[in-house]
Nanobody, 125 residues
């Protein structure tokens, strides 16, 4: 059974950092594009950062450029989203997603077929 499990969310003060993890089981992430998405209350799910299956291209939403970093550790079969300089507007449920051999550079939810359950990130003082 293909499964993605996110962890690492929580409550953090503005300016703080969190690292989200996305552990895959039942398949290897080597041939999969990875996407991180978020959804705040009353808003649509949006692409935060995506990386192609061969790591040749990454995407960052303008709102997170220079603050967030996407990566993967093939040995651990896990993807990460390092989030620094967090702002209250980053508060949302964050989801990781995977799609095999996705060549598109677009970071949109509709292109991804496998999803984790989400982890809450709250940035507040």
């Amino acid at each position: 059974q293909l499964q993605l499990v996110e962890s690492g969310g929580g409550l953090v003060q503005p300016g703080g950092s969190l690292r989200l993890s996305c552990a895959a089981s039942g398949f290897t992430l080597d041939y999969y594009a990875i996407g991180w998405f978020r959804q705040a209350p009353g808003k649509e799910r949006e692409g935060v950062s995506c990386i192609r299956h061969d790591n040749s291209s990454t995407y960052y939403a303008d709102s997170v450029k220079g603050r967030f970093t996407i990566s993967r550790d093939t040995a651990k079969n896990t993807a990460y989203l390092q989030m620094d300089s967090l702002k209250p507007e980053d508060t949302a449920v964050y989801y990781c997603a995977a799609q095999r051999l996705l060549f598109s550079r677009r970071c949109v939810p509709g292109l991804y077929g496998y999803w984790g359950q989400g982890t809450q990130v709250t940035v507040s003082s």
